[in-house]
Every structure is written in structure tokens, then in C-alpha cells.
């Protein structure tokens, strides 16, 4: 079935640097790649999506890229703050519907 | 916009018991509902697809006979946990979509349901 995998499961950075986080996906009829934030016991918040017709999408400090050949998509967050501590999650469309398969998240933790 | 709201936040019930969940979007009509279930640490799985006016449909593991959906209208969609048992504590979260957001899904807060 179709599936969602995201590297890695913790990351610890100093404020200021930069934090990556990988997905990979193997459905290739998705078309829809959203990032999700979610500090403890709160809805997940979107961050930024992209879709398959895009390659890349920046949204001040944060920048998603997506490359469909290799079916990988990675979310960048630049000069990192300590409140982007939280858990961030990946997601793919599933085939040509509205549902969602979410990565395993990774915890990311900046330090002052 | 594109506010959800899910009500109660907290349940604490006993085992047995069924404990009823709902989801509500408040500022848009949600053409279709998807119902999640967190547990600590984990990630979102998809249990099943709410919509309006027509039965659910459920991933696959899922008992559509103990977690009972029903979408009364566009703005409303309840799961019932029916008899419920220690191992369905988890964290339920709800996500709609509006008709004008293509693919975006609008999360509600969250139900954390504890069974004893």
C-alpha cells in the first residue's frame, strides 16, 4: 500500500542554523505534499504545501522542495527560533483523492 | 476562516461505555470529513472518510461497527467509539475540507479519550 516514510525521527539544532527534514513517498499518482507542526496535544498546523506541478515553494523562513522523479520532498526552516520546537509531519495525497498519508513525524528541538 | 471545532476536548469514560465525538466546521460548509487517531508519540492514522449525506468509508483494520460515523450535514460529523475498551485511548482529531481549498485539510483540536 502506499506509504509515507520521514527522516529523521529527532533533530536537535542551535538557534540560527538551519534544520532539514526528508520524506519519501511511493505513490506516484500524489499530488499534494503538505508539512504539518504540532506541539503537544494541539491540532496539527499547516505550514506549507506544495503540489506536483511545483518544485519548489518558499514561505519566508521555511522552503519545501519536491522532486516527482525520485518521489522525495524535504522542508528546510532557516535560521531556526526556539519556537520551532515541535513535532513536524509529512504528508502525501493518496492517489487522486483529498485523503492523506502522513510521515512518522520528527521531533525537532532548538536550542537557545 | 476555515475554523473546526471538536467537542468535548476530554473524555474520561468507563469500559463499555460509548462516547460520542463531534466535529464541526464552523465557517464553511465541509463537502467531506476524515476522522484521525493519534496515540502518544505516534503519528496521524486515517480511520476513515466522512461525507455528508452518504456512508463512511473506513481504512482498512478499521471496524466500521465499533467506530460509527455519521455526517448529518455540511458543517457536522460525529464518530461514536462504541463499547469502548482500554486500547481505544487515543487522541482523535477530526480535519475538514472546504469546497474552494483544493487538497487542504482544516484540523479541529482534538478529542483525548480515556478509557478506564
Known amino acids: 500500500g502506499e506509504n509515507v516514510e520521514q527522516h529523521p525521527s529527532t533533530l536537535s539544532v542551535q538557534e540560527g542554523d538551519s534544520a532539514v527534514i526528508k520524506c519519501t513517498y511511493s505513490?506516484?499518482?500524489?499530488?499534494?505534499f503538505p508539512w504539518y507542526k504540532q506541539e503537544l496535544g494541539k491540532r496539527p498546523q499547516l505550514i506549507i504545501d506544495?503540489?506536483?506541478?511545483?518544485g519548489e515553494k518558499k514561505d519566508q523562513r521555511i522552503a519545501v522542495t519536491l522532486n516527482k522523479t525520485a518521489k522525495h520532498f524535504s522542508l528546510h526552516i532557516t535560521e531556526t527560533q526556539p519556537e520551532d520546537s515541535a513535532v513536524y509531519f509529512c504528508a502525501a495525497s493518496i492517489r487522486n483523492t483529498d485523503k492523506l498519508i502522513f510521515g512518522t513525524g520528527t521531533r525537532l528541538q532548538v536550542f537557545p | 476562516g476555515a475554523v473546526v471545532s471538536q467537542h468535548p476536548s476530554r473524555v474520561i469514560c468507563k469500559s463499555g461505555t460509548s462516547v460520542k465525538i463531534e466535529c464541526r466546521s464552523l465557517?464553511?460548509?465541509?463537502?467531506?470529513m476524515f476522522w484521525y487517531r493519534q496515540f502518544p508519540k505516534k503519528s496521524l492514522m486515517l480511520m476513515a472518510t466522512s461525507n455528508e449525506g452518504s456512508k463512511a468509508t473506513y481504512e482498512q483494520g478499521v471496524e466500521k461497527d465499533k467506530f460509527l460515523i455519521n455526517h448529518a450535514s455540511l458543517t457536522l460529523s460525529t464518530l461514536t467509539v462504541t463499547s469502548a475498551h482500554p486500547e481505544d485511548s487515543s487522541f482523535y482529531i477530526c480535519?475538514?475540507?472546504?469546497?474552494?481549498?483544493?487538497?487542504?485539510?482544516?484540523f479541529g483540536p482534538g478529542t483525548r479519550l480515556t478509557v478506564l
Open positions: 506544495i503540489r506536483s506541478n511545483v
Open positions: 465557517d464553511f460548509q465541509a463537502t467531506t
Open positions: 505513490d506516484s499518482a500524489s499530488n499534494y
Open positions: 480535519s475538514a475540507i472546504a469546497g474552494t481549498s483544493y487538497n487542504e485539510q482544516f
